[in-house]
């Protein structure tokens, strides 16, 4: 019985802790892009959250309009709200900072799940 109830907790404390992980810091679609930017994935992280305070739940390098062209944009939840914070890739600067749509705060929500 005290077995039980022992693999019981371990258990949850296992899955409860899946549950609870952000987004590795180190992995993330876009990588092959890396190359071609100045601003690192870690200092990227790191301006991202000092502009939203949270947990990274999804993060990518991308092409796309405004800065200069390239940009980490992350999912970060913070306050029971997925916001979305773009990067510029070349200088740091913030291009965006605000809450999603529904849709994909819904996929992100569902990711932060597989997570």
């Given at each position: 019985m005290n077995k039980?109830?022992?693999?019981?907790?371990?258990?949850?404390?296992?899955?409860?802790?899946?549950?609870?992980?952000?987004?590795?810091?180190?992995?993330?679609?876009?990588?092959?892009?890396?190359?071609?930017?100045k601003i690192t994935l870690a200092k990227a992280r790191s301006i991202?959250?000092?502009?939203?305070p949270g947990k990274i739940i999804d993060q990518e390098l991308e092409k796309e309009a405004g800065g200069s062209g390239m940009r980490y944009s992350f999912a970060i939840r913070s306050n029971g709200k997925t916001i979305?914070?773009?990067?510029?890739?070349?200088t740091g600067?913030?291009?965006?900072?605000?809450?999603?749509?529904?849709a994909k705060e819904a996929h992100e929500t569902k990711m932060e799940k597989k997570n």
């Open positions: 039980l109830i022992i693999g019981t907790v371990i258990a949850a404390l296992v899955l409860g802790s899946a549950a609870n992980a952000s987004v590795s810091p180190t992995k993330y679609s876009g990588h092959e892009m890396a190359k071609d930017v991202a959250l000092k502009a939203r979305e914070v773009g990067v510029d890739a070349m600067a913030i291009l965006e900072n605000g809450a999603e749509s529904k």
